[in-house]
């Protein structure tokens, strides 16, 4: 497999960086994931304006045209054989001369990382087939700007691993009795019949497979409510959905050890996965 890494591709273990990197020193920087199916980018454009946007709200200055980021990263997919893979983008501050908060002064060139990952099978490729999966509650302990897009993840991945240590998949934050997103994606719930998921705020990030769940919803005609949802609602919920861009939406049927409704992927998850298929598979050539 090939990696970039600041002009050139490599082979993974040739890839260094020094330490005295802003990303490796201060988690200085920001990231993004863009799968791709059968070697085509999927909204490539709504991850490029998200990239766009965090690197500006963090003052990193982008290294590279829109057209430049397609090329390397259609460069990288072919170099790693296309299909289905996901490819992680990287961009840090650069490497200072001396461990200092502020930034360099002038700045110096920013760090770029990509690599490609294989995406897994998503549930929602076999809706009628598909087991769904638990999840737990846990305080939300971020910062107050997770619609950044930072590579800052040690929240998220203590939180993650509290999931994984109860045998869960993901674990759902909550912030003042209010649901904010998952430790790497954004939840839905279904409440009679309902769909309903947070707002974007600067409480959540705004996932691009989120938007497009809402679209989704929007086009077929299926009720959606985007608005604040309290944690007794999510206990009570009849569905509870997980979306993230490589794991699309994910059904969750158990919250904290008990069933989610029925205990099984619900109707409306089953409808909205034939949707996001569908979508999928005219977008990509599938
Ligand atoms: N929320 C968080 C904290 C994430 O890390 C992610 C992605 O991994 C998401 C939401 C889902 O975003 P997207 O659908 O753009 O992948």
Same mark, same amino acid.
């Given at each position: 497999?090939?990696?970039?890494?600041? +002009?050139?591709?490599?082979?993974?273990? #040739?890839?260094?960086?020094?330490?005295?990197?802003?990303?490796?020193?201060?988690? #200085?920087?920001?990231?993004?994931?863009?799968?791709?199916?059968? +070697?085509?980018?999927?909204?490539?454009?709504?991850?490029?304006?998200?990239?766009?946007?965090?690197?500006?709200?963090?003052?990193?200055?982008?290294?590279?045209?829109?057209?430049?980021?397609?090329? !390397?990263?259609?460069?990288? &997919?072919?170099?790693?054989?296309?299909?289905?893979?996901?490819?992680? !983008?990287?961009?840090?501050?650069?490497?200072?001369?001396?461990?200092?908060?502020?930034?360099?002064?002038?700045?110096?060139?920013?760090?770029?990382?990509?690599? /490609?990952?294989?995406?897994?099978?998503?549930?929602?490729?076999?809706? #009628?087939?598909?087991?769904?999966? %638990?999840?737990?509650?846990?305080?939300?302990?971020?910062? =107050?700007?997770?619609?950044?897009?930072?590579?800052?993840?040690?929240?998220?991945?203590?939180?993650?691993?509290?999931?994984? =240590? =109860?045998?869960?998949?993901?674990?759902? !934050? !909550?912030?003042?009795?209010?649901?904010?997103?998952?430790?790497?994606?954004?939840?839905?719930?279904?409440?009679?019949?309902?769909?309903? /998921?947070?707002?974007?705020?600067?409480?959540?990030? %705004?996932?691009? /497979?989120?938007?497009?769940?809402?679209?989704?919803?929007?086009?077929?005609?299926?009720?959606?409510?985007?608005?604040?949802?309290?944690?007794?609602?999510?206990?009570?919920?009849?569905? &509870?959905?997980?979306?993230?861009? /490589?794991?699309?939406?994910?059904?969750?049927?158990?919250?904290?050890?008990?069933?989610?409704?029925? +205990?099984?992927?619900?109707?409306?998850?089953?409808?909205?996965?034939?949707?996001?298929?569908?979508?999928?598979?005219?977008?990509?050539?599938?």
């Amino acid at each position: 497999s090939q990696v970039y890494l600041n +002009g050139a591709f490599m082979a993974p273990q #040739d890839a260094r960086i020094s330490p005295m990197d802003r990303g490796f020193l201060f988690a #200085d920087g920001i990231y993004e994931v863009i799968p791709a199916y059968n +070697g085509v980018l999927f909204r490539f454009d709504e991850h490029l304006d998200r990239l766009e946007r965090s690197l500006r709200e963090v003052q990193i200055i982008n290294p590279h045209s829109r057209a430049q980021w397609q090329a !390397l990263c259609e460069d990288l &997919i072919a170099r790693n054989n296309g299909g289905n893979i996901s490819v992680y !983008l990287q961009i840090s501050r650069g490497m200072a001369e001396k461990r200092d908060h502020a930034f360099p002064d002038p700045p110096v060139v920013p760090t770029v990382f990509m690599m /490609t990952s294989p995406i897994a099978v998503p549930a929602a490729d076999s809706p #009628d087939t598909a087991r769904g999966y %638990g999840a737990i509650t846990r305080d939300d302990i971020r910062w =107050a700007r997770c619609d950044i897009k930072s590579v800052s993840l040690l929240p998220n991945s203590l939180l993650r691993q509290q999931a994984v =240590a =109860a045998g869960a998949a993901e674990a759902i !934050l !909550l912030r003042d009795g209010f649901v904010t997103e998952g430790s790497a994606s954004n939840v839905f719930i279904v409440q009679s019949g309902t769909i309903i /998921t947070p707002p974007r705020s600067h409480a959540i990030l %705004g996932g691009i /497979t989120r938007d497009l769940v809402v679209e989704l919803c929007h086009q077929h005609g299926l009720p959606l409510e985007e608005r604040e949802l309290t944690e007794t609602e999510l206990r009570q919920a009849d569905e &509870i959905w997980i979306t993230s861009s /490589t794991k699309e939406v994910v059904p969750i049927t158990t919250l904290n050890g008990h069933p989610v409704g029925q +205990g099984q992927p619900g109707p409306v998850w089953k409808a909205l996965a034939h949707h996001y298929v569908r979508h999928k598979r005219r977008l990509c050539g599938l």
